[in-house]
């Protein structure tokens, strides 16, 4: 009985430590590992990703300055060299990948895109608000992690970040009344959000430009080669202003105006390989107009790339004027655009802007400066300089839709050059004809001398046709040499083509190796194919005898071929000098016979080449 009643008391024992609290069970418990402490921190983690453009027309990469939304350019003339001047929104700029680059947290602006690198070690400083109340503000570097300590973990915050994309200067860590005084002629970024250390304890800043950016570019991609020397150059007529920003707003208020000046000093690679770009920044505060800006520019010299030629353009200072009403927050590009002047022959309607000499493929990946014109006017082979036609490889056939294309489109600044049409090339020939037919004609031709229009025979450097110009060159001395100059003078030399079919399969299929070699002297091994012996030449006996280039023009051609991606045949540019003759034997003076020719037997089919083309040269013509 006595044992029954002490069990029942153990009983109600036990029963009545089950009911105590479970906190004083855990109060037993101190060193268990099961605890779960829940823990915020008071650190914020800061980075940057770049910087946004807020133009409508969205970034432009580093070295492209072909704007998308632009007026067309303003031309200013001269006989050896024009400017092509425009005013677009685009500024080139160094660019990364903001998917990748952001961190997890908040970021300044989540819209996906590329954005403007920050360079390494740019300073910024960081001001965290309460409402209102500046409770932080830290100076930071870009390219490396930052951090605020001694937040209220729980709470959530206001932050701003200005920089003055500087790495020598800073905004200030005490700004008055929330608000900053700016430095004058300062890129001024700012960026701000809201940050909840709790939900997410960093930030990724994407800047945005505060003040108006106005880049002034000069560029020689378009006459082939770097700037060298100092040319004298200055920019006048800026009249901006300096100003203050709301740091919780971002509101600019214009301030006190100053008028900067410019030199060549002030103007800096675009892209760090290449000396033929470069821009210089100014920045304001103010919407107001600026309407007279000018740009003067005297003894600019430009290295051509081929083969290093020297030439100096602007021997007496000459201006160019700008006008563009800035507007905060977004980029405006005043550019001068350094272009070889064409030779101009013909009047009225048939007045034809042609380049000074042919093109040539420099056979490199570079889209902007991938073709340019030879730096001298002369007779030559360099398989650089033959193309099949519709071609942008030089020496071989398109294998690829992107190989396809006008390679005179493809000069800087794109699309101020094509190949002519039929009807351009007809002003300088007499006659029309296939091919096949026009090559028997040389020699043979009875009665009549039929001379292309405005022609002569010309020797000065190698055989060739030469025709009166109109326009262009120059009487007296010039970047490109006196009156008498190749280069001044509208000379088709006579470089020949190639028809042999046998070759054209063999060159056509692996002939990027041949680009820089001299055609008419090389017979034997090409590429491991010998060449039917060893005594034919790849131009056969039309070098030094004849000239040919490319149309772009299709023999038939029409809506519906257009629609089944079909021509048929091209025509192109033929001449050579010849003699009437009478009983096979020739009499009376040489003159240029020119023909318009027809290669009727190149089929192209939904944009395959059915029948190969022969290879000419390219001669290019101005689309303005």
Same mark, same amino acid.
């Given at each position: 009985m006595?044992?029954?009643?002490?069990?029942?008391?153990?009983?109600?024992?036990?029963?009545?430590i089950l009911a105590i609290p479970g906190s004083l069970i855990t109060s037993c418990s101190k060193d268990s590992k099961t605890e779960i402490v829940d823990t915020k921190s008071d650190k914020l983690t800061i980075a940057v990703g770049g910087i946004k453009t807020n133009n409508d027309e969205g970034v432009k990469r580093m070295g492209v300055s072909s704007s998308t939304k632009t007026t067309p350019p303003k031309i200013y003339s001269f006989s050896d060299v024009d400017m092509a001047v425009s005013i677009d929104n685009t500024v080139p700029v160094k660019t990364s990948n903001t998917s990748a680059a952001r961190l997890n947290g908040t970021a300044a602006d989540a819209a996906p895109g590329v954005t403007e690198n920050m360079?390494?070690?740019?300073?910024?400083?960081?001001?965290?608000?309460?409402? *209102?109340?500046?409770?932080?503000?830290?100076?930071?570097? *870009?390219?490396?992690?930052?951090?605020i300590d001694g937040l209220d973990p729980a709470s959530s915050y206001t932050w701003v970040a200005l920089s003055y994309n500087s790495k020598d200067d800073a905004p200030s860590l005490t700004p008055a009344s929330g608000a900053i005084a700016l430095p004058q002629n300062k890129d001024i970024l700012y960026a701000s959000g809201t940050v909840n250390l709790a939900t997410s304890p960093s930030i990724n800043i994407l800047f945005n430009h505060a003040f108006s950016r106005i880049g002034i570019e000069l560029n020689t991609i378009g006459v082939f080669g770097n700037m060298t020397g100092t040319p004298t150059l200055s920019v006048s007529g800026l009249n901006l202003a300096t100003g203050s920003i709301n740091l919780l707003t971002g509101a600019v208020t214009a301030g006190a105006t100053f008028t900067p000046t410019l030199s060549y000093a002030d103007f800096k690679n675009i892209d760090p390989l290449y000396n033929d770009a470069k821009i210089a920044y100014?920045?304001?505060?103010?919407?107001?107009? %600026?309407?007279?800006? *000018?740009?003067?520019? %005297?003894?600019?010299?430009?290295?051509?790339?081929?083969?290093?030629?020297?030439?100096?353009?602007?021997? *007496?200072?000459?201006?160019?004027?700008?006008?563009?009403?800035?507007?905060?927050?977004?980029?405006?590009?005043?550019?001068?655009?350094?272009?070889?002047?064409?030779?101009?022959?013909?009047?009225?309607?048939?007045?034809v802007k042609w380049s000074r000499s042919n093109l040539y493929d420099r056979g490199g990946t570079d889209p902007l400066r991938n073709f340019a014109f030879y730096a001298t006017n002369e007779q030559r082979s360099r398989a650089d300089g033959y193309f099949s036609y519709g071609s942008l490889v030089a020496a071989r056939f398109p294998s690829t839709a992107a190989q396809k294309g006008d390679p005179c489109t493809r000069v800087y600044p794109q699309g101020f050059w094509k190949q002519p049409t039929g009807t351009q090339v007809s002003t300088l020939t007499s006659s029309t004809g296939v091919l096949n037919n026009v090559l028997n004609l040389v020699g043979t031709?009875?009665?009549?001398?039929?001379?292309?229009p405005e022609s002569s025979v010309g020797t000065n450097g190698g055989n060739h046709a030469q025709y009166v110009i109109t326009g262009g060159g120059t009487t007296g001395t010039n970047a490109f040499g006196s009156s008498t100059s190749n280069l001044n003078n509208m000379r088709i030399f006579y470089n020949g083509q190639i028809v042999n079919t046998a070759l054209l399969s063999q060159i056509g299929s692996s002939? %990027?190796?041949?680009?820089?070699?001299g055609l008419s002297?090389?017979?034997?091994?090409?590429?491991?194919?010998?060449?039917?012996?060893?005594?034919?030449?790849?131009?056969?006996?039309?070098?030094?005898?004849?000239?040919?280039f490319w149309?772009?023009?299709?023999?038939?051609?029409?809506?519906?071929?257009?629609?089944?991606?079909?021509?048929?045949?091209?025509?192109?540019?033929?001449?050579?000098?010849?003699?009437?003759?009478?009983?096979?034997?020739p009499f009376g003076d040489p003159f240029v016979k020119a023909s318009t020719t027809a290669e009727a037997l190149n089929v192209e089919l939904v944009g395959l080449d059915l029948l190969r083309t022969t290879f000419k040269n390219v001669r290019c013509v101005r689309t303005n």
């Open positions: 006595k044992f029954l009643q002490k069990r029942g008391a153990y009983w109600v024992v036990a029963m009545a360079e390494q070690d740019t300073k910024y400083v960081v001001y965290i608000y309460s409402g *209102s109340t500046l409770v932080a503000a830290k100076e930071l570097q *870009s390219g490396s992690a930052g951090t100014v920045y304001t505060a103010s919407t107001a107009a %600026q309407s007279a800006i *000018s740009v003067q520019l %005297q003894n600019l010299t430009v290295n051509h790339v081929d083969g290093g030629l020297p030439r100096t353009y602007f021997a *007496s200072a000459t201006g160019f004027n700008f006008s563009v009403t800035p507007e905060l927050g977004k980029s405006h590009h005043l550019l001068l655009n350094v272009v070889e002047s064409p030779l101009i022959t013909g009047t009225g309607t048939n007045a031709l009875l009665g009549a001398a039929d001379p292309a002939g %990027q190796g041949l680009l820089g070699l002297t090389l017979n034997a091994d090409l590429l491991g194919f010998r060449i039917i012996g060893t005594s034919i030449d790849i131009l056969g006996d039309s070098y030094n005898t004849s000239a040919a149309t772009d023009s299709p023999v038939l051609a029409g809506p519906l071929l257009d629609l089944l991606g079909t021509r048929v045949g091209y025509y192109g540019y033929h001449a050579f000098t010849t003699r009437r003759t009478f009983l096979g034997a």
